[in-house]
């Protein structure tokens, strides 16, 4: 069942992930292209593709998105608003921050312009710290025999953000991803799937909904509109 608006506008979303194989490149190509230059959220993207292919997938969808593109560095802070492919040959994993307690003055919440964090953090010493959230780049075996796997992304980004992760499947030649997507669903998050007839190839968005009681099964062409509408709601 689709969560309310209420219940939306409340989760915050922080991320989205999208994995594609067969037919991907086309599809890709819409749903970036219909993304706003204002799209608040980073865009995490697993394509199948062959091992030994460069750079040019990431300038080709450049030409269609007024988004930043770019493959995925190892330990790379992950930025809103910016599209990121997984590597090729690379499983690519979402880390979750790191956190640290830093000592400070007794009177740093009183007598600093800092003050004004007093409430989050209840003038108790030492501070506790937060870094980013980053990537992680990964040469363990396929998983279904892709590597970088969509399930790898998608579990992962499940672990890291919880009910803030929405996952989009996308036109696909096998299974892979409806393991992840029921991962992002189990925990609270926000999932989509191509509606099949409309995919080049509907074996892996079939694949989702048989595992996962899907919140939108949606043609290509009205995906990114839908999510941007969520995205904007005012309640």
């Known amino acids: ?14 991320i989205v992930v999208v994995g594609t194989s067969l037919g991907g490149l086309d599809a890709l190509s819409v749903l970036l292209a ?16 062959h091992k030994h292919s460069q750079h040019r997938l990431s300038d080709f969808l450049q030409q269609q998105s007024s988004l930043q593109i770019t493959e995925v560095e190892d330990k790379e802070p992950i ?39 007093e409430a989050v953090y209840n003038s108790k010493f030492p501070l506790l710290c937060r870094g980013s959230f980053t990537f992680a780049l990964s040469t363990e075996a ?27 499947i996308l036109t696909g030649a096998n299974s892979d991803g409806s393991e992840g997507l029921g991962k992002i669903k189990a925990e609270g998050g926000l999932t ?37 509408n969520l995205l904007t709601i005012k309640v």
């Open 192 to 228: 989509f799937v191509q509606e099949p007839y409309s995919a080049q190839c509907g074996i892996m968005p079939t694949a989702a909904i048989a595992n996962v009681e899907v919140d939108w099964i949606l043609p290509l062409s009205q995906i990114a509109p839908c999510l941007v």
């Open 1 to 14: 069942m689709i969560n309310s608006t209420a219940e939306l506008n409340k989760k915050n979303f922080e």
């Open 34 to 49: 219909d993304l706003p230059p204002s799209f608040p959220l980073p865009v995490v993207i697993v394509q199948h593709r």
């Open 79 to 117: 930025a809103p608003g910016r599209v990121y492919l997984a590597p090729a040959d690379y499983h690519l994993l979402i880390e979750s921050p790191r956190q640290w307690y830093k000592s400070v003055p007794e009177n740093y919440f009183t007598e600093s312009p800092r003050a004004n964090v």
């Open 142 to 168: 396929p998983v279904c025999y892709a590597r970088p796997s969509i399930d790898v992304l998608f579990e992962s980004a499940a672990d890291a953000f919880g009910e803030k992760v929405i996952g989009i």
